[in-house]
Antibody, heavy 119, light 110 residues
Framework: QVQLQESGPGLVKPSDTLSLTCAVSGYSISSSNWWGWIRQPPGKGLEWIGYIYYSGSTYYNPSLKSRVTMSVDTSKNQFSLKLSSVTAVDTAVYYC????????????WGRGTLVTVSS | QSALTQPPSASGSPGQSVTISCTGTSSDVGGYNYVSWYQQHPGKAPKLMIYEVSKRPSGVPDRFSGSKSGNTASLTVSGLQAEDEADYYCSSYAGSNNFVFGTGTKVTVL
């Protein structure tokens, strides 16, 4: 079955860049779908970060756009997130998910990874 | 864009029904039939329960139903069961390739 798995450092220093990767198994990332990142601060709600197509096209949440970069590596069947100039407010569980863009919903999610921003 | 508004909590006894509202604007919920609902148990990833306002993915019990009127969407859980106790989030397309989630509702089974 299709699985998504986030990976990356669990601790990032303030002002540094957060980097995460989402490995997709059981499904080719090059098939027609978009791939997204969503985050959830501890005890709070979900926030959409952005999404990327296998060709590299991207759309970012306007509130994070200046700090977000997403990329895709079809040879490794994975996509990545970089968030620059992080502060404590960026501490959250980060999820990757498959976006069915034609109808605007995320149908498959990774288990999530907690990233803490602290010195 | 601002988060969609949901009540912080809702509750019901086993077997009863509970309805959660999700209020947006004409630029998101009211403007598109692209409202979805997610269930999240503590420490777990969200799970898709409803998409396109009222459609259920395979495997989701028909106790879960969705609807929309104007700028407000609703999720109804009928015949509440203990395993339905979770947080629920709505989401909607907001135009111009933007997306927005709701504030979340904690459902308690009494």
């Amino acid at each position: 079955q299709v699985q998504l798995q986030e990976s990356g450092p669990g601790l990032v220093k303030p002002s540094d860049t957060l980097s995460l990767t989402c490995a997709v198994s059981g499904y080719s990332i090059s098939s027609s779908n978009w791939w997204g990142w969503i985050r959830q601060p501890p005890g709070k709600g979900l926030e959409w970060i952005g999404y990327i197509y296998y060709s590299g096209s991207t759309y970012y949440n306007p509130s994070l756009k200046s700090r977000v970069t997403m990329s895709v590596d079809t040879s490794k069947n994975q996509f990545s997130l970089k968030l620059s100039s992080v502060t404590a407010v960026d501490t959250a569980v980060y999820y990757c998910a498959r976006l069915i863009a034609a109808y605007w919903y995320f149908d498959l999610w990774g288990r999530g990874t907690l990233v803490t921003v602290s010195s | 864009q601002s988060a969609l508004t949901q009540p912080p909590s809702a509750s019901g006894s086993p077997g009863q029904s509970v309805t959660i509202s999700c209020t947006g604007t004409s630029s998101d919920v009211g403007g598109y039939n692209y409202v979805s609902w997610y269930q999240q148990h503590p420490g777990k990833a969200p799970k898709l329960m409803i998409y396109e306002v009222s459609k259920r993915p395979s495997g989701v019990p028909d106790r879960f139903s969705g609807s929309k009127s104007g700028n407000t969407a609703s999720l109804t859980v009928s015949g509440l069961q203990a395993e339905d106790e979770a947080d629920y989030y709505c989401s909607s397309y907001a135009g111009s390739n933007n997306f927005v989630f709701g504030t979340g509702t904690k459902v308690t089974v009494l």
